[in-house]
């Protein structure tokens, strides 16, 4: 067995030497993010209310009137784990928006104001009607975006990744596109007309101009109104439209590692005391 | 499953039961009083770790299926129903889709066990040619479920894949439109899909079933390689290997919990939130980790048609290695060529897996061919000729003597050919 595992770790560590002498793989994506370092990284990582509250202002008074996000419901802003916010006020948001339903009995569709049950409306009919109000580009659906992005970090960052539980590529490049407007193009580079540099977006030139800019969404608690704050906020707010169920899912997971530890030791110990009238 | 049982009930009930249908006692020898080797190391816990493994992945998968809906317009958002609305779904599709990854890390570690103590060799043909049909029904069911989300990758890795059946000569084309159901990869292909996914792991169950029968027949291989002769190279599967798998599988599940509740998407790829959309072709399409060393071999040979031929070759090549290798001795630690050969082999079945991963360009393509050659090289060249060459080590008596040292060989040595089933000829 320990013969064996040696010659184990010996062969990994030479496969590993190998992928470290051969070149990395190239990074297209350009620019590598920065890690923002976000309260729902790590094992017992959990979601700033405050934070979501604030990232869902940012995505409704400026984002949601290019990007959708159809598969939240109002009732999740409310429910545990979330920006939890209270009923009323959801209530309230809900009865804001107009939703189509129908048809009635007399056969038509018409309008009512929104439900808890309702999803997000959209605000472009179709794919080909947001394209075509912006410019041939189409902006994606806000709800699964922070986990459908991500960017290479090579093999030795990777294995460091599963390891240490960096998590959070999604949400640090979405903060880091959304900071990186103010770059210059390296020379010669050339969009075509109509697009943004931005050296975090892969290939450098993006159809979305610069969404935001310092103080344009008040905040109510008093957090800084800054390009930096808010794409911070909405990142996170992002990571849980596309994640509702992180903090469950980190606490559970620790209740049951302290569960199969207690119990492999246990088992462990049994194992030993009957297989001590056994050499092996 | 080895013959008749030493198990006597006492019980009026189960005694009447027993003559009737004698399915307690074949538990009874199959999984108490069954004897395996006292060397057995820590490796040998794998089969067991597979066992509970796929019942994970049945079990998942069936309460995944009360919720899934296989329609191409559907198919993605009844995932996130179940990641968000479902009690628990979350956690079901965590441990399914993760369960599948462990579940063939557990397999390869079986394997390679397999490749290092010889357990391939005679008797044990069958056993492990059994276990390579189970190989092949594991990939076919991991690749029809990553399709199943209807995610960029899903769509994309079932193109390419399905496309490369077009390569067969003359019918290939019939071939491929036939495995579609159309003349892409589609909404019938999807249903068709899901309709194999939900039957195969029921197949696989199934062959596992022979694989432990088969197993029950031969006994089980062990460290040193030499065959049990007697009842002291042995102690009975309960007490002492259910403890020894319970706490492996426990640890194995420690490993798998990690991922489960801390990086359950790690090893997915991003682009599979993504809903498919044909019109659009990802970047890079990269299969499952688990099939990077095949897609390696696959692409390392210049014609398409080579390609598909060199990668089922990688898999087929392995129902012919029991035979491959002409060494007398089983296992690698008395033979000193080849452990070294060994180890090479698991570095180079790594890195096939890195070039797989890596775009088909400048050095990765030659890297690639040649680790590809030595792949072959190594069971059609290098195992037979090296069981001709190799001077094995002086091999213990028996697995007692391997175990206490010289002077206990164990009680009454019986010839090895009679292994089977040693409780009877003790
Ligand atoms: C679903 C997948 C599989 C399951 C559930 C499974 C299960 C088992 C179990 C329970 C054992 C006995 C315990 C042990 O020796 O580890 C075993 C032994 C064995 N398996 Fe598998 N197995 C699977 C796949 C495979 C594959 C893919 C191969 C090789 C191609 C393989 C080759 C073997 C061999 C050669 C043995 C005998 C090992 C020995 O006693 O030395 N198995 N299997």
Redesign the pocket.
């Known amino acids: 067995m320990t013969h064996a595992l040696v010659q184990a770790v010996k062969a990994a560590a030479v496969a590993i030497a190998v992928f470290a002498a051969t070149p990395s793989l190239a990074a297209e994506g350009g620019a590598h993010p920065e890690k923002a370092g976000w309260s729902f990284s790590g094992p017992l990582g959990h979601f700033d209310r405050g934070q979501l509250q604030r990232g869902f202002k940012v995505y409704r008074e400026v984002c949601a009137s290019c990007h959708s996000m159809n598969l939240i419901s109002f009732r999740n802003l409310m429910e545990e784990g979330g920006p939890e916010f209270s009923e009323g006020q959801v209530r309230q948001l809900a009865s804001e928006y107009k939703v189509t339903d129908g048809p009635n009995d007399a056969g038509e569709m018409f309008e009512r104001p929104a439900r808890l049950s309702d999803r997000f409306p959209s605000p472009f009919p179709n794919e080909q009607a947001a394209r075509a109000a912006q410019g041939g580009a189409y902006p994606p659906d806000f709800s699964l975006l922070a986990k459908a992005r991500t960017y290479s970090r090579g093999v030795w960052l990777s294995l460091l990744d599963l390891v240490l539980q960096y998590q959070e590529h999604g949400p640090d490049y979405i903060h880091a596109l959304l900071t990186g407007y103010d770059h210059q193009p390296p020379e010669g580079s050339h969009g075509q007309t109509g697009l943004h540099y931005n050296p975090y977006f892969p290939g450098g030139w993006i159809a979305m101009p610069k969404p935001i800019s310092d103080g344009q969404v008040e905040y109510p608690d008093g957090s800084p109104t800054t390009v930096e704050q808010y794409s911070r906020d909405v990142s996170a707010f992002m990571m849980w439209a596309a994640e509702p169920h992180l903090e469950t899912r980190k606490r559970i997971g620790f209740q049951v590692m302290v569960f199969l530890i207690i119990f492999a030791g246990l088992l462990y110990f049994t194992k030993k005391k009957v297989w001590s009238d056994v050499a092996h | 499953m080895s013959g008749h049982s030493t198990y006597n009930p006492q019980n009026p009930v189960l005694k009447w039961f027993e003559a009737r249908l004698p399915i307690v006692g074949l538990i009874h020898s199959s999984f108490v009083a069954y004897p395996t080797p006292r060397n057995l190391n820590y490796w040998?816990?794998?089969?067991?770790i597979?066992?509970v493994m796929?019942g994970v992945q049945i079990i998942t998968g069936v309460v995944l299926a009360m919720h899934y809906t296989p329609h191409v317009d559907l198919a993605f958002n009844s995932v996130e129903h179940i990641m968000r609305d479902v009690n628990y779904g979350w956690l079901l599709r965590y441990m399914h889709a993760n369960g599948a990854s462990m579940?063939f890390i557990a397999?390869y570690i079986?394997?390679f066990?397999?490749l290092y103590?010889g357990?391939?060799k005679a008797p044990?043909e069958v056993?492990?040619m059994l276990?390579?049909v189970?190989?092949l029904l594991?990939m076919a069911t991991g690749f029809m479920g990553y399709v199943l989300p209807w995610g960029q990758m899903s769509l994309w890795g079932a193109i390419v894949i399905t496309n490369l059946f077009s390569a067969i000569p003359i019918v290939g084309e019939y071939v491929t439109t036939w495995l579609w159901g159309g003349f892409s990869v589609d909404n019938p292909t999807l249903n068709r899909f899901f309709s194999l996914h939900y039957l195969l792991p029921f197949m696989?169950a199934g062959v596992?079933g022979l694989?432990?029968w088969a197993?029950h027949v031969t006994g089980?291989?062990?460290p040193t390689g030499v065959e049990v002769k007697s009842t002291s190279d042995t102690v009975a599967f309960t007490p002492y290997a259910t403890l020894k798998d319970g706490f492996a599988v426990v640890c194995f599940f420690i490993f798998f919990a990690w991922f489960i509740f801390y990086t359950p998407n790690y090893l997915g790829h991003a682009d599979n939130y993504i809903r498919a959309n044909p019109l659009q072709t990802p970047a890079h399409i990269v299969p499952e980790w688990y099939f990077l060393p095949f897609y390696a071999i696959l692409r390392a040979i210049p014609s398409k048609l080579g390609g598909v031929v060199a990668m089922f070759s990688a898999i087929i090549v392995?129902f012919f290695l029991p035979w491959l290798d002409t060494a007398k001795v089983r296992s690698a630690k008395y033979r000193p060529l080849y452990r070294y050969f060994f180890w090479i082999f698991v570095v180079v079945c790594i890195l096939l897996g890195y070039i797989g991963a890596s775009p088909p360009e400048g050095l990765y393509i030659t890297v690639g061919r040649l680790l590809t050659a030595y792949y072959f090289l190594h069971f059609l060249v290098i195992l037979p000729v090296l069981g001709l060459v190799e001077k094995p080590l002086p091999l213990p008596a028996s697995i007692t003597e391997a175990v206490l040292g010289p002077n206990h060989g164990g009680v009454s040595v019986v010839p090895s050919s009679s292994a089977a089933a040693p409780e009877r000829r003790a």
């Open positions: 040998w816990t794998f089969g067991a597979l066992s796929l579940f397999v079986h394997m066990r397999g103590y357990s391939y044990r056993l492990w276990g390579v189970i190989f594991m696989i596992v694989h432990i197993l089980q291989n062990n392995l």
